[in-house]
């Protein structure tokens, strides 16, 4: 049997227990006497799972778990109190998890992975951990993958980081953890706590990232392979299977959730929102050159916690620089590296501490520093940021989406093509509209105050005109609409394999293309057919600029007792204010939900779109969409006509 076929055939025994365990459990077996078993499938000495409390050596006991894996020695066989020492794994086991449960469950690891231990000696931390790996373990959940992961984070905040449950599994869903993110690089390699005291004296530079993975039926291979990883590191040397063939076809697609970083006292903190890869932009960094002019390299600092990182690149030694920082600094540095790339190790300094150690490199070496030429514009693009629905959803919301479906670098650059005028015309209609809005109301309070009319004899002067602007204004408006409406999203549309261009044509024509599109795409069909009740109105009015020197007609003024009321000019058989209003809505409407509709079919298999209520909506970044598993229990978001008002939806 070749290697390949070895690795494939224990991930499918794995697969297949995984399976067995779950209708078993289903059919009312129990999973807290059945999951044992299925792990000692895959254990050899001197591992073993079975039921137990831990006891460490202090004399603290735990509450029974269904399931330990420890060493199988002679003093704890037949046991059921299992020595800490010898615990590598405790799982906590349900066969259906909800909000109430998970705490009781996260508790109930967090107190068994406080118990104290013989600390693993100083020469091997590193190569050999004693730290017992916490699972929570359930066959269903009565919760979304999402909605428990959350719930993780929170009580996360509570609870110091290394007793933190390192896994949560549903079986019948998927698993949650923690994965590995180097500065400016992608997610890694999944995250194993590291020993007890190994942090001591230095800090990585790394992300740990919330990870959820659509295991599905591999669900119990990503949880053996983990617990595998982890036995490695308990007792290194023992005869195990090799984890990473356990993985044989199971999917690699993650969800993200909201990171941590080490401070300098080893504990895992939150990553501060300010530094979220979406609003945080790094300094800019200092290039190097020799006394020739050759660039040797760059410096550039990252703010860290309670701390800072440098970061390098090119030919120069980072540990060789780093001793222009000072003794105190160099008391916890130590050096990464990552291909071309060189980070130092967590370091007690700030901007200021990297800004002196720049001047001692300059002033103490023939080293030529220059800082980098900017090469960014920043321009003012709105009076509103993040917290605005529109910016948020249109600016930040699909832009995540994008993300995640658009996989190839040609096809995320011609969506971003696309999507840049859909965008930038959405906020010049929006601002026009603003503006004729504004416009006719500021005119209409000075005519009801009378600072508009003059009398004289029996006429009435009126001394402001605004009929020029707002046609003006109007056409503008019209001409930036239908454009984003016939072009801009239709051609989002069609590259992403959704063709609409019946919407735009005459009715016979619509009602074919609809029918056809009905077979294949129902809900987009039901969805279109509501468009065309307001996009054709529009049409028509833009087309009427083509045959007409005005689409609009002229303001009209009724008197009364303190002056005149101002009648606002109506475009079809709407005032022109609130023409404007409900068309610059439906755009943007239609624009987000057209959009979501089609990148949904190009996310993994395994992952799809839901909406996120109106109350729960994040008030600093309030964006509608979030990305799921498939089957993980939150609803998945189909295209559905609303006409509730952009901001309310």
Not at 7 to 17: L, Q, T
Not at 407 to 412: E, F, G, I, M, V
Not at 552 to 563: E, F, H, M, R, W
Request: glycine residues 6%.
């Amino acid at each position: 049997m070749s290697e390949m076929d070895s690795a494939s055939d224990i991930s499918n025994r794995v697969r297949e227990e995984g399976k067995a365990l779950l209708s078993s459990t289903r059919a009312g077996a129990s999973a807290e006497r059945n999951l044992p078993s299925a792990i000692n499938a895959f254990l050899r000495p001197p591992f073993v799972s079975g039921p137990g409390t831990v006891v460490d050596l202090d004399g603290r006991k735990s509450e029974q778990f269904a399931a330990l894996v420890y060493l199988n020695t002679q003093t704890q066989s037949g046991g059921s109190e299992i020595p800490a020492d010898a615990v590598a794994c405790a799982i906590d086991v349900s066969e259906t998890i909800d909000l109430e449960g998970l705490r009781k469950s996260y508790s109930r690891v967090a107190h068994a992975k406080s118990f104290k231990k013989t600390p693993t000696p100083v020469g091997k931390l590193g190569v050999q951990t004693n730290v017992t790996l916490g699972i929570i373990f359930a066959i269903d959940s009565a919760l979304s993958m999402e909605a428990l992961g959350e719930e993780i984070d929170s009580l996360n905040r509570k609870t110091p980081s290394a007793h933190w449950p390192d896994m949560m599994v549903v079986l019948s869903k998927g698993t949650f953890h923690y994965a590995v993110q180097f500065p400016g690089e992608n997610v890694s390699g999944d995250y194993l706590p590291p020993a007890e005291g190994a942090l001591a004296n230095f800090t990585p530079p790394i992300y740990i990232i919330p990870v959820v993975r659509p295991t599905h039926e591999f669900t119990l291979n990503k949880m053996v392979a983990f617990l595998l990883a982890h036995l490695q590191l308990f007792s290194p040397g023992a005869d195990l299977p090799k984890w990473i063939d356990i993985l044989q076809g199971s999917p690699r697609e993650v969800l993200t959730l909201a990171g941590y970083q080490y401070n300098l006292a080893g504990e895992l903190v939150a990553v501060p929102k300010e530094f979220y890869n979406d609003r945080y932009l790094p300094p800019p960094p200092v290039l190097i050159h020799s006394p020739e002019g050759q660039l040797l390299g760059t410096l550039q600092f990252l703010p860290w916690q309670d701390g800072g990182v440098v970061l390098a690149t090119g030919k120069l030694p980072l540990d060789g620089l780093l001793v222009f920082l000072g003794k105190e600094a160099l008391q916890r540095a130590g050096i990464v590296r990552r291909a071309e790339r060189q980070l130092s190790y967590v370091l007690p300094i700030n901007s200021a501490n990297f800004g002196e150690m720049l001047n001692r490199l300059q002033r103490q070496s023939n080293l030529v520093l220059r800082k980098d030429e900017a090469k960014f514009i920043f321009q003012k693009l709105a009076d509103e940021g993040s917290t605005s629905p529109f910016m948020a959803r249109m600016g930040i919301g699909i832009a995540y989406l994008r993300d995640y479906a658009l996989r190839d670098a040609q096809k995320k650059h011609d969506f971003d093509r696309s999507y840049e005028f859909v965008f930038m015309t959405l906020m010049n209609i929006r601002k026009t509209a603003q503006e004729i809005v504004q416009l006719i109301a500021d005119h209409s309070s000075k005519a009801a105050r009378g600072e508009l009319v003059r009398r004289s004899g029996g006429a009435l002067y009126i001394e402001e005109n605004i009929d020029k602007e707002l046609r003006r204004q109007t056409e503008g408006f019209l001409n930036g609409a239908v454009r984003v409406l016939k072009q801009g999203i239709q051609e989002i549309a069609n590259s992403l394999g959704i063709k609409i261009g019946f919407l735009f044509k005459k009715l016979t024509t619509f009602e074919s293309g609809l029918a056809v599109l009905r077979t294949s795409d129902p809900y987009l069909a039901d969805y279109l057919q509501h468009v065309r009740e307001w996009s054709e109105r529009l049409v028509e009015c833009r087309n009427a600029l083509e045959h007409s020197a005005s689409v609009l007609p002229k303001v009209q003024y009724l008197p009364d007792i303190a002056g005149v009321r101002v009648k606002e000019p109506e475009l079809s058989g709407q005032p022109l204010s609130r023409f404007v209003e409900f068309m610059t809505d439906r755009l943007c409407s239609f624009a987000e939900d057209l959009i979501a509709h089609c990148l949904a079919p190009q996310l993994p298999d395994s992952m799809a779109i839901t909406e996120v209520p109106l109350p729960e909506r994040d008030p600093e970044r309030p964006e509608r969409f979030r990305l799921i598993l498939k089957a993980g229990g939150s609803a998945v978001w189909v295209i559905k006509y609303h006409d509730n008002p952009f901001e309310n939806t």
